[in-house]
């Protein structure tokens, strides 16, 4: 085992701690690395020799986050860590998005990043740990790397802006930004923000950028000091040759077929053809794969040529320009809500379903967040490309897009105490032609708004690209598939009219200056403010109410001392309430209690039975009650589930009562009036007074003894008279809301 090395440098509102030489020692490069008290392991690894047949450079960063970092153990028959939840994946993406720019050009071995979270204080974030492991695992092992890299979060708190910040001073922030970068330049972004201006969010990447240099410097430090000398690796490299002779056998004909065809599904039968065409035409010369991937140089160096000398882009628009927009609601009969994003060739159908608290997502991993009451998913059907291939689920880019979305979305949500729901949406991508994300984000506003969802503000989202060769640089708004995958950058940024939601960057390049980032920013405003005004002229604000297909939801505040009252033994009263209403009940630990149903009067009833299980009875309070049992003095009444009273036969019918079996049997169902709580909680009733129509007072008064013989019934039996009560009285007198009274013993 090689020797212990500990390097540390101040972080956030301590210091970070880098050690390598006591865990891993056969991996390529090996450190842990502490904040606090979390700590994770990153390993990296590489092949000795290329990846047969790749035209990529074949990456994979692995999250294996174990559950006893944070003193749990998983839940489950199995007891152990399954495949990686939706965090652990938004992880790895966000560790590999900008360490791969920072490796040679050519390289063909497969590269193994691994990130085992070791412990977890759930005060100091493991993302931001897990970039900067990654990096100097690789920095100072002998792995071809062209780093370090560093990662900072920023959040914004009471008008600061916080560097590093903890878990609890986090849920202060309107700004949740992480950003990574190199000495030089910024990298990757990835930020949620609360409407921030675009001001705002530029100062907190140029400080950001500037926050993450201790981290670099420590990396230089290790490399200085312990860094292995780095391998010869044969990297996969086009000859000048090969791409001259490609060149001049197509004679400017790339730029031709993409000025000619401006649909994308033409443009691409189009290159593919001319690709054929030169694979044939260099058969038995050069290697088919090597004459494919040099034809895609050609027409990266066309189009960028273009773009920079002529100001035309594949489609013929401008930088500026967006493509054509059309918005639709409602499309669905059966959804609660419904909208349809068209933006060019690029189409977004996206669904909200609006469901009970308890239909919240359960998330059983190292974050505090322990449910999302708000959701947003993301589908890339093959067909949306023109692909005929079967659909294997959500992989990390649809998880990633769809996060993304959400992130947009989750601060203009109501409040749970505002809109009691929780939210589904489900985007899934008609036609893909660019920016599918971001048209997520403009269909989700529209079914959110055709749900009745009471947003705060409706959100639009744009793509940014950028094209750059030397001291030029384009700025695009608005790209489309083709500007993506041969342009420089990817920039997306979500918002409202007042501010940034998100916002995502990628650089294929090592970094992007501040001044390109300005303005990228400023013309995203722009094309932002475009966009909605083409929303709100379709959907000017939400519906005022929600779908008829959707559960109304009524809330009800009880005493957290009745939880048990009404959910009963085993669940009986929740059960009975939910079969008899037809009605879902949910119940919160501070006696938070959520009624839904597409049945208003069955929801009403319910409202009723539940503050008769729960609430304190009070004087003169009116009940409907079921005979439990009978007495010779008198008849005991339900009036909830496991709460009696009784009613003394003396008060049992407006005319004296020998036999209380004579006027009411087991089963019989009574009004009557509360006129007495003792001390201990039993209750004292009267149906006369019902009858009668007394106050709580005349029956009080009229109740003080014995009429006429017996047991305060006298002895002038007869046959009971029809109850000739009527409806309990109002709300000054009780209501018909029952109460949490004294369990039946």
Excluded at 12 to 20: A, L, M, Q
Excluded at 274 to 291: I, R, S
Excluded at 319 to 325: D, K, L
Excluded at 443 to 470: F, H, Q, R, Y
Aim: proline fraction near 4%; charged fraction near 25%; glycine fraction near 12%.
């Amino acid at each position: 085992m090689n020797d212990i090395h500990t390097f540390r440098t101040a972080f956030g509102d301590g210091e970070i701690i880098i050690e390598t030489g006591k865990l891993a020692g056969q991996a390529n490069g090996a450190v842990t690395v502490r904040h606090g008290d979390t700590v994770i392991l990153a390993t990296a690894t590489v092949a000795n020799e290329p990846r047969p047949g790749v035209d990529f450079f074949p990456l994979t960063v692995d999250y294996e986050e174990r559950l006893y970092a944070a003193g749990k153990i998983p839940g489950g028959f199995f007891k152990r860590e399954g495949r990686p939840g939706e965090q652990a994946i938004l992880l790895c993406r966000l560790t590999d998005r900008p360490l791969r720019p920072m490796f040679p050009k050519g390289f063909r071995n497969d590269v193994n990043i691994v990130i085992t979270a070791l412990s977890a204080d759930q005060e100091h974030y493991i993302d931001i740990l897990s970039i900067i492991g990654a990096s100097a695992a690789l920095t100072i092992s002998d792995i071809p790397f062209n780093g370090p890299v560093a990662a900072v979060r920023v959040g914004y708190i009471d008008g600061q802006l916080v560097f590093n910040p903890t878990n609890t001073q986090m849920e202060k922030s309107i700004l949740d930004l992480r950003l990574a970068g190199t000495k030089q330049a910024v990298i990757m972004v990835e930020a949620g923000a609360s409407e921030v201006t675009e001001e705002l969010m530029l100062d907190a990447l140029e400080k950001g950028h500037a926050a993450i240099q201790g981290a670099i410097e420590l990396q230089e430090k290790m490399r200085a000091e312990i860094g292995k000398a780095k391998k010869e690796i044969a990297l996969h490299l086009l000859s000048d040759e090969l791409k001259n002779a490609i060149r001049e056998k197509l004679n400017g004909r790339i730029t031709a077929t993409i000025k000619e065809r401006g649909v994308k599904s033409e443009r691409n039968e189009a290159m593919d053809a001319l690709k054929k065409e030169m694979v044939v035409a260099f058969a038995g010369t050069y290697d088919p794969t090597d004459v494919a991937e040099a034809f895609e140089y050609q027409v990266k160096s066309e189009l960028r040529a273009m773009v920079l000398n002529e100001g035309r882009r594949a489609d013929g628009r401008d930088y500026t320009t967006i493509r054509p927009i059309t918005c639709e609601t409602g499309l669905l009969p059966r959804a609660h809500g419904s909208g349809l994003f068209t933006r060019g060739e690029t189409q977004v159908l996206t669904i909200a379903t609006l469901g009970m608290p308890n239909e919240s997502q359960t998330i059983d991993s190292l974050s505090t967040e322990d449910e999302k009451r708000f959701m947003h998913h993301y589908n890339f059907p093959p067909y949306s490309v023109g692909e005929a291939r079967s659909s294997r689920g959500p992989g990390r880019r649809e998880i990633g897009h769809g996060a993304l979305a959400e992130r947009a979305l989750a601060e203009v949500i109501p409040d749970s105490s505002e809109f009691p729901y929780t939210v589904r949406l489900v985007s899934e991508v008609m036609s893909s032609n660019g920016s599918t994300s971001m048209a997520s984000v403009c269909g989700s506003t529209l079914a959110l708004m055709d749900a009745g969802v009471p947003i705060k503000a409706p959100v639009a989202g744009v793509a940014m690209g950028l094209i750059t060769e030397g001291d030029r640089a384009a700025i695009l708004t608005d790209i489309i598939g083709m500007e993506d995958f041969l342009g420089d950058m990817d920039f997306k940024v979500a918002g409202s009219a007042a501010g940034i939601t998100a916002l995502q960057l990628d650089m294929k390049l090592q970094g992007v200056v501040p001044d390109l980032l300005h303005k990228a920013m400023m013309q995203a405003k722009q094309a932002r403010l475009f966009i909605l005004d083409k929303m709100l002229q379709v959907m000017p604000e939400p519906r005022e109410d929600i779908s008829s297909f959707a559960p109304r939801i009524t809330v009800v505040k009880i005493d957290s001392e009745k939880i048990g009252a009404l959910i009963g033994p085993g669940g009986k009263n929740v059960r009975k309430l939910q079969e008899e209403f037809g009605v879902k009940v949910d119940i919160e630990e501070d006696g938070t209690v959520f009624i839904a149903s597409t049945n208003r009067e069955g929801t009403m009833m319910a409202v009723e039975r539940i503050r008769g299980m729960t609430e304190s009875p009070k004087l003169g309070a009116i009940y409907t009650g079921k005979v439990v049992r009978i007495e010779d003095f008198g008849a005991f009444v339900e009036l909830a589930p496991g709460v009696d009273g009784m009613v003394h036969k003396s008060q049992l019918a407006d005319f004296p009562v020998n036999n209380v079996r004579d006027v009411v049997k087991l089963g019989d169902e009574l009004m009557v009036m509360v006129t007495g709580i003792d001390d201990g909680g039993k209750i004292r009733l009267s149906r006369q007074a019902v009858i009668e129509g007394w106050t709580v007072e005349e029956a009080q008064a009229k109740d003080r003894g014995p009429r006429g013989g017996g047991d305060r019934g006298g002895d002038r039996g007869g046959r009971g008279r029809d109850d000739r009560g009527g409806r309990g009285r109002d709300s000054d007198r009780g209501g018909r809301g029952g109460g949490a009274y004294r369990p039946r013993r």
